[in-house]
């Protein structure tokens, strides 16, 4: 009997395996944690091997590598990077391959608010793919469905987190010249089961059904989130009608443990993708310390990292500038203050704590034990909240002439 893997910390999820199997005897199994793991139907399987063969986790080795070019970018059309969780990307490159009549693979939320690897063949249904969405998506067939695309000519941007980029490389086997992958700069990935308990308890919190999640709200501009100061934003259905709350970070348990790295699947800790090298054409994310790389780049509506991995990439950039505005930057700068292109994210000191109650009580637990601990800073993030945008400043800089006459003493 074939066994995919000897501990958790093995198998990243990615369901190449999956897709890979002649006799579909591999399906996505949700573990007592929420985390979804590739299970074998023995009396389906032939032991073949394929299975083994493609997992580029376990056998494929990342190149000890730089990326060959280094872009801080801003899309030219505002309203498509007001849309955009930074400097909007990812609709450049899904807007060059729509021009060479080809689809877009990323993640979206189903009806059921699931997320989920989905095709897009139009830039009226971009939207659905747009914005960062901090859980893991699920593949089903986007692997096989991808190598249909490419087989019959068609030009296919593959976009997600460097596991499933190398996922989808290790299954079609060879290059292609008509696919684009473009890796995320991930921090880690909260299992599905947990992010559809989060959704459960807004639903019922919030009394109506929720349709969407923006875990970047960048309705303030994105200064807010350049300072770290993270806001979500849910949509719900209620009474017939469609309407949004703003979320901020201390007042989402799953959006506070996401951020604190203490929610990821064991192999996000030892993450072999993060780092220089780099498995994507591209790389896509958050230019992080931008006003000391680049004070002279406006960031108001938002601004992103891009770099180029591949000489297909370094080919492709002189057809982004047609949707991208690139000033021309460095990796060692980029590197500075994102993390995740140096090492993977540390695991919380929380973690098996949280999953343990999560084993014992489901999406009810942890959120009653999250905010029965952080009740005091919830209600002063409120009270804060309340106060005019001119009070706080007055009181921040009350506050920091009190803290500068006492260090004189």
């Known amino acids: 009997m ?16 999956m897709n890979i199997c002649p006799k579909k005897a591999i399906t996505m199994k949700t573990d007592s944690d929420g985390f979804d793991f590739p ?3 023995n009396d389906l399987c032939i032991e073949c091997g394929l299975c083994k063969k493609v997992c580029a986790f376990q056998n494929v080795s990342v190149p000890d590598t730089k990326p060959l070019a280094t872009y801080v970018a801003i899309n030219k059309k505002k309203d498509v990077l007001i849309n955009s969780a930074s400097g909007g990307i990812f609709a450049a490159l899904a807007f060059l391959v729509f021009e060479k009549n080809g689809v877009v693979f990323g993640c979206a939320y189903n009806d059921n608010m699931k997320p989920e690897h989905v095709c897009v063949d139009n830039s009226m249904d971009i939207k659905k793919i747009q914005g960062s969405k901090y859980v893991q998506s699920n593949i089903n067939t986007s692997y096989s469905e991808v190598k249909k695309h490419l087989d019959n000519g068609r030009w296919v941007l593959f976009t997600g ?5 190398a996922g989808l490389k290790s299954f079609l086997g060879k290059d292609y010249n008509n696919l684009i992958t473009a890796d995320l700069i991930c921090h880690g990935v909260p299992g599905t089961a947990f992010f559809e308990g989060y959704i459960k308890y807004l639903g019922e919190k919030l009394k109506g059904k929720v349709i969407d999640f923006k875990f970047r709200d960048k309705s303030k501009g994105w200064g807010l989130i350049r300072k770290r100061l993270y806001n979500g934003k849910v949509v719900y259905k209620k009474n ?7 979320v901020p970070t201390i007042t989402s348990y799953y959006y506070r443990y996401f951020l604190k790295g203490d929610i ?10 993060a780092c220089s090298g780099r498995v994507g054409d591209f790389t896509i994310g958050d230019y992080w310390g931008i006003e000391k790389a680049h004070p002279e780049i406006e960031t108001k509506n938002g601004v992103s990292v891009l770099l180029v991995n591949s000489q297909k990439g370094i080919e492709l950039i002189e057809e982004l500038k047609k949707y991208l505005d690139l000033t021309e930057s460095s990796f ?4 500075k203050q994102n993390g995740q292109l140096n090492r993977p994210t540390a695991k919380g000191n929380k973690r098996e704590e949280i999953l343990r109650t999560w084993r014992d009580g489901g999406y009810h637990a942890v959120a009653k034990e999250y905010y029965r601990v952080n009740k005091i800073a919830i209600w002063k993030s409120k009270i804060k909240m309340m106060l005019p945008l001119s009070v706080r400043k007055f009181l921040k800089g009350l506050i920091k002439r009190k803290n500068n006459v006492g260090r004189r003493y």
Do not use: H, V, W
Not at 2 to 17: P, S, T, V
Not at 240 to 246: A, H, Q, R
Not at 264 to 273: G, V
Not at 332 to 335: D, P, S, T
């Open 161 to 165: 987190t460097p596991c499933q980029i």
């Open 264 to 273: 990821y699947r064991e192999n996000c800790y030892e993450c072999k993708y």
């Open 240 to 246: 017939n009608k469609i309407l949004e709350k703003s």
């Open 2 to 17: 074939i066994k995919l893997f000897e501990g958790k910390i093995d198998c990243c999820g990615c369901a190449a395996c």
């Open 332 to 335: 060692e700068l980029a590197r």
């Open 39 to 41: 299970e074998i139907n």
